[in-house]
């Protein structure tokens, strides 16, 4: 079992800031990749970045639309995946979910709410 748990969102102003952390109960050396969703009010979820497993390379990759504003990245000996966003807008408002992938299943965690103002 992998517990993860988000936090750094909160409510800010069109063009700022937030960095976004995941933290996980375990490891993630054993994950096959490290992933960030996001999900708006009456919107399906959908894919924000996703980095490699530790074992697997740096491998990273982005929806189009957060392509040259956020960052992923992964800091192995605190078990935490980051997603720094930039440049934030009002379409970037959502609850942003952690997914980390393994050979038998996902997990998730229960998401941390970015609320961007214009």
């Known amino acids: 079992q992998v517990q993860l748990v988000e936090s750094g969102g909160g409510l800010v102003q069109a063009g700022g800031s937030l960095r976004l952390s995941c933290a996980a109960s375990?490891?993630?050396?054993?994950?096959?990749?490290m992933v960030w969703y996001r999900q708006a009010p009456g919107k399906e979820r959908e894919f924000v970045a996703s980095?490699?497993?530790?074992?697997?390379?740096?491998?990273?990759n982005y929806a189009g639309s957060v392509s040259g504003r956020f960052t992923i990245s992964r800091d192995a000996a605190k078990n935490t995946v980051f997603l720094q966003m930039n440049s934030l807008n009002t379409e970037d408002t959502a609850l942003y979910l952690c997914?980390?992938?393994?050979?038998?299943?996902?997990?998730w965690g229960q998401g941390t709410q970015v609320t961007v103002s214009s």
């Open positions: 997914n980390f992938q393994t050979a038998l299943r996902d997990y």
């Open positions: 375990r490891s993630i050396f054993g994950a096959r990749a």
């Open positions: 980095i490699a497993g530790v074992l697997s390379g740096t491998a990273v």
